[in-house]
């Protein structure tokens, strides 16, 4: 596609559920990255895909945490029995090499 | 402490006016710099980006420097207009190790008053 993409826009979920963020990266992307958001903070990094393989898993906050991608294409993050300190904004990116990141509109996950 | 930092969390300019963003970082092996935009409710766009072997690089009425002398990047935006307004995150990569992932400061927001 044209850039990521990135779905849902927004999930609420209840605590305690388990939910699944998508991220479609830019056509012949290797690398794809899952960062964090929290309100009016920088944003954290959690894992790091080249191909299919997470060489860098120690940014995910626990192992409630989990992310794969399949093809070298599309990937999932899924949080297992969310917690209300989840809430955040999950982002995307993606890049071709190791420099230039472009990253996708995100997903508002919020947690009650 | 956070390896990248901003010295100004918010700057108000006129329209019109150039504006200077400023970023400080502590890794001496960083060896890639980028600058992004975030406006509200989306995600962060990519504005420009440095390798450590620059000073300088120009884009389209932006221009980053860095003085890796003192660790120190900026960002300058000509004739800031109002869809300007913005966070604006610096970000780092290292050389070695980690030279994949991005570590960010906090973000400038920026205001452009018409």
């Known amino acids: 596609g044209a850039g990521v993409s990135q779905s849902p826009s927004n999930k609420v979920t209840e605590k305690g559920k388990d939910v699944e963020l998508r991220c479609d990266p830019i056509?012949?992307?290797?690398?794809l990255y899952w960062y964090r958001q929290s309100l009016g903070q920088g944003l954290e990094f959690l894992i790091y895909?080249?191909?299919?393989?997470?060489?860098?898993k120690s940014g995910l906050p626990s192992d409630r945490f989990s992310a794969e991608r399949t093809g070298g294409s599309v990937s999932t993050l899924t949080i297992q029995r969310t917690q209300q300190e989840d809430s955040a904004v999950y982002l995307c990116?993606?890049?071709?090499?190791?420099?230039?990141?472009?990253f996708g509109p995100g997903t508002r996950l919020t947690v009650t | 402490g956070e390896s990248v930092g901003l010295h100004l969390p918010t700057l108000s300019v006129q329209e019109g006016d150039n504006s200077i963003i400023n970023c400080a970082y502590s890794?001496?092996?960083?060896?890639?710099f980028i600058w992004y935009k975030q406006e509200s409710g989306k995600g962060p766009q990519f504005i420009i980006d440095?390798?450590?072997?620059?000073d300088k690089r120009q884009g389209q009425r932006v221009t980053v420097l860095l003085n890796k002398t003192v660790k120190h990047l900026s960002l300058q935006i000509a004739a800031t207009q109002p869809g300007d307004s913005a966070v604006y995150f610096c970000?780092?990569?290292?050389?070695?190790?980690?030279?994949?992932?991005?570590?960010f400061g906090k973000g400038t927001l920026l205001t452009v008053n018409p």
């Open positions: 990116a993606s890049s071709l090499g190791d420099r230039r990141q472009y």
């Open positions: 056509s012949g992307h290797t690398a």
């Open positions: 895909f080249q191909g299919n393989s997470a060489p860098d």
């Open positions: 890794n001496s092996a960083s060896d890639y």
């Open positions: 440095i390798r450590s072997n620059m």
């Open positions: 970000a780092e990569k290292g050389s070695q190790g980690s030279n994949y992932k991005l570590t």
